[in-house]
């Protein structure tokens, strides 16, 4: 009976319906600098280094990640850096990189996708992290934008789920 119970579940949950929760390990990065390069080219050649330099800082491709998810709070964690805590209503809460910078940050649910947006003075990243229904894997795709910039940086990264969890 609980065997029947089981595989009815796995038949009316679609897989395109799984939240991206989980640990993920990258398994196809983009060529971020490449993508850098394509955005700041129309920028003039006095600007396009400051610009690249920002870019680059702020765009590291991590090899592992995890999500997990309750009712009241999102949390995000990018290889060994600390956990990014986040209610899962999309309030904004403060946050401070690494670095030092400081910040907004807030996450929700966009139907099955999992929304991330960091707000700094300069621009905004938005990181959407979405399940392929075809291949189980984890699509982030990061929009970076700024009135500095003359478009956005778009990329994706794909991973799949973690050996061992």
């Not at 400051?50 to 709070?73: C, D, H, K, P």
């Amino acid at each position: 009976m609980a065997r029947s119970m089981i595989r009815s579940l796995l038949v009316t949950v679609p897989l395109g319906a799984l939240p991206p929760v989980g640990h993920w390990s990258l398994c196809s990065a983009p060529d971020v600098q490449a993508a850098i390069a394509r955005t700041i080219a129309p920028m003039n050649f006095l600007t396009r280094p400051f610009a690249r330099s920002r870019l680059t800082g702020t765009n590291v491709i991590y090899r592992q990640l995890a999500v997990s998810r309750t009712a009241q709070e999102i949390t995000i964690q990018y290889e060994d850096r600390p956990e990014m805590r986040m209610p899962a209503d999309g309030t904004p809460v403060a946050w401070t990189r690494n670095d030092g910078e400081k910040m907004a940050m807030r996450a929700r649910m966009d139907g099955e996708d999992l929304e991330q947006t960091f707000k700094a003075a300069d621009g905004q990243r938005t990181n959407r992290f979405h399940v392929d229904p075809a291949t189980g894997h984890l699509v982030m795709g990061v929009t970076v934008s700024s009135g500095r910039l003359p478009g956005p940086l778009t990329y994706q990264a794909e991973y799949q789920p973690a050996p061992g969890y």
